[in-house]
C-alpha cells in the first residue's frame, strides 16, 4: 500500500468513527427534529468518501458496511497480508445485492 492510499484509508477510518458517533446520537435523539438534524450531518460527512468508495458501499452505507468494505478491499488488494472471514465475504457480497422492492415489506406511516 502507498504512502497516499495508507492516508487515505487512514482519513476513511476516521471518518468512519465520526459516522458511526452519529449514528448513535441518531439513535438517542431526544426529539425527531434533532434525529433529522443528525441525519443530514451524517449525509454532508458521508459525502466526502471518493466516489469509488460511495459507490462500493451504497446498499450498505452505514459505519459497519463501510468498515466491511474496507477490510473487503484490503482483502483483494493484499490477501496473505489482510485476510478476512468467509462469512465477513459473504456479507459483504449480500449486502452488494439490491433489495427486491416488490417483495419488501414497508412501513409508511398515514
Known amino acids: ?5 495508507a492516508e487515505l484509508q487512514s482519513q476513511i477510518v476516521r471518518t468512519i ?3 458511526e458517533g452519529l449514528e448513535n446520537l441518531i439513535d438517542t435523539a431526544s426529539t425527531p427534529e434533532i434525529a ?3 441525519q443530514d450531518a ?3 460527512v458521508s459525502d466526502t468518501f471518493p466516489e469509488d468508495f460511495k459507490e462500493a458501499t451504497r446498499w450498505d452505507a452505514g459505519a459497519g458496511g ?3 468494505y474496507l477490510r473487503v478491499k484490503a482483502f483483494f488488494e493484499n490477501p496473505i497480508d489482510n485476510p478476512i472471514t468467509q462469512a465477513e465475504l459473504e456479507a459483504y457480497y449480500h ?3 439490491p433489495i427486491d422492492e416488490d417483495s419488501a415489506d414497508f412501513f409508511f406511516r398515514d
Open 1 to 5: 500500500m502507498s504512502n497516499f492510499d
Open 17 to 19: 468513527d465520526i459516522l
Open 36 to 38: 433529522e438534524i443528525l
Open 42 to 44: 451524517w449525509l454532508k
Open 66 to 68: 463501510l468498515r466491511l
Open 95 to 97: 449486502s452488494q445485492t
